[in-house]
């Protein structure tokens, strides 16, 4: 009786798997039949050159959405560096091949992104390059000068002179009782100077000063505006005073040369009048941030108070009568080991200054770069360098050194460094803006034809002999 159940029950439940399958194998064998005939129609079509694009249309749209999936992958790469992905259809025609036209060709795709040494580093990120339909280029140089723009009308002033002239005295009372009559500004100045103004007038008791150290740190976000009044060394003064950022800085010559100080005292009405209104025209020099690194500190990062120089850092054999020898270092690459009387790391801004005195190049300031020039070295194949902006470089005292090395950093705060110490120098992200009379390539080459007389000679005799 179990066995005769169990037979029917089998039976009945094969014949249930027949009825389900049946229509499945007939729907399966009609497709293949009308893919069949659609491939035909597609290949005869390509070979008479007429593609009904009505049929491609489905597939089209699948490549579609999956352009639309890259899309916004590629959206998501561009938050940490410059990705591509670019797709291309081939669709060139040839007779003797049977691959589908219509076949998509992705590019290989690839990420620029900015290389730094962790967050510890000192190098820092500058977008140079953009990325456009696959090719690398460099950004459009449509805007060759910086402008800049008041959003608000200045209201603080901080005014800088050179100590120990008449000359300069006068001129800074009466640009102070101009600025305050005419222009209704807030005027700090130096303690030094409002000493010398209260002196010469109680009438000044407005201007204001500080009082200690951890005050000038804050001067940054009280000042608006930072005038000098002297030469290129008032400028290097006022520098030195923005251990961070720098307000922009207008600069008067009443000094000897004058690289960086375009305009003159005479009409200094007009002038300021110009810039408090805007907009102007500003250079940003960059400065170069050091580090001196003691042997016994434990890693790079355990350093002595960093120092920023806006002309250059220069490493000496000091009063010793030895060869200065030092190893150099660019990113861990070895550079050289310099023998001589030292080297000079300065910035393009101080391409005018000791380093062109020691056989470097002139450098229009707003070029970022670090020169690398050696002072009398003992080679006559040593030339100076002119290196990238985003290098850092490392000068070491050797061991074997015969004598320790000097360090100076834009003429000032000397430092000895003994055998195994080192100074890390790199670009400081903060610049210094200064206002330029007409634009920064005016104003550069102005100054080295009036400065140092650049080029300068007798025009060659118009009437001694000629090619026929």
């Known amino acids: 009786m179990l066995r005769s159940w169990w037979t029917q029950t089998s039976l009945d439940n094969a014949m249930e798997m027949i009825r389900i399958m049946l229509p499945c194998l007939v729907l399966w064998d009609v497709w293949k039949e009308g893919n069949k005939r659609i491939s035909e129609e597609r290949f005869a ?11 491609l249309k489905n597939s089209d ?10 899309e916004c992958s590629e959206k998501a790469c561009m938050k940490h560096g410059i990705c591509s992905h670019e797709v291309l259809r081939d669709r060139e025609s040839d007779s003797n091949s049977n691959v ?5 060709m992705r590019k290989a795709s690839f990420k620029l ?10 190098q820092h990120k500058h977008d140079i390059v953009s990325f456009e339909k696959g090719n690398i280029t460099t950004p459009e140089r449509s805007s060759k000068q910086i402008s800049l723009k008041w959003e608000s009308d200045p209201q603080t002033v901080l005014i800088l002179t ?5 000359s300069v005295r006068i001129l800074c009372a009466q640009m102070v009782r101009w600025l305050k009559e005419k222009k209704k500004l807030n005027i700090y100045v130096e303690p030094r100077v409002r000493v ?8 000044f008791d407005y201007v204001q000063t500080w009082e200690d150290d951890r005050e000038i740190l804050l001067l940054h976000a009280k000042v608006d505006l930072v005038i000098t009044l002297g030469g290129d060394g008032t400028v290097l003064w006022a520098a030195s005073m923005f251990k961070g950022p720098v307000p922009p800085i207008v600069p008067f010559s009443l000094g000897s040369l004058g690289f960086m100080t375009p305009f003159h005292s005479e009409h200094f009405k007009e002038c300021l009048d110009s810039v408090l209104r ?27 108070e960093p120092i920023l120089v806006l002309n250059e850092v220069t490493i000496d054999r000091g009063i010793s009568s030895y060869l200065t020898n030092l190893e150099c270092y660019c990113d861990n690459s070895f550079v050289t080991c310099v023998q001589g009387d030292g080297l000079i790391l300065s910035t393009t801004s101080g391409s005018t200054a000791y380093s062109l005195a020691a056989g470097g190049s002139m450098v229009h300031p707003q070029v970022p770069g670090i020169l690398f020039t050696p002072i009398c070295p003992h080679s006559l194949s040593f030339r100076p360098l002119i290196l990238p902006e985003h290098v850092t470089v490392r000068i070491v005292v050797p061991f074997n050194s015969r004598s320790p090395a000097w360090a100076s950093f834009d003429g000032k705060d000397r430092k000895q460094l003994a055998a195994g110490d080192a100074l890390l120098c790199s670009m400081a992200p903060w610049p210094v803006p200064t206002a330029c009379q007409v634009d920064s390539t005016n104003d550069f080459l102005r100054s080295i034809h009036e400065g140092l007389h650049w080029n300068l000679r007798k025009t060659q005799s118009f009437d001694g002999p000629r090619e026929l």
């Open 196 to 203: 010398e103004l209260l002196t010469e007038s109680p009438d």
């Open 100 to 104: 589908d036209r219509n076949k998509m």
């Open 278 to 304: 805007g907009p102007i025209s500003i250079t940003l020099r960059h400065r170069l941030l050091c580090r001196v690194i003691r042997d016994a500190a434990k890693n790079e990062y355990e350093t002595e």
């Open 45 to 55: 079509a390509e070979q008479n050159g007429d593609i009904d694009c009505e049929r």
């Open 162 to 166: 050179k100590p120990n002239s008449v």
């Open 113 to 122: 992104s900015w290389w730094c040494k962790g967050e510890n580093g000192d």
């Open 61 to 70: 749209n699948q490549f579609m959405q999956q352009n639309e999936a890259e």
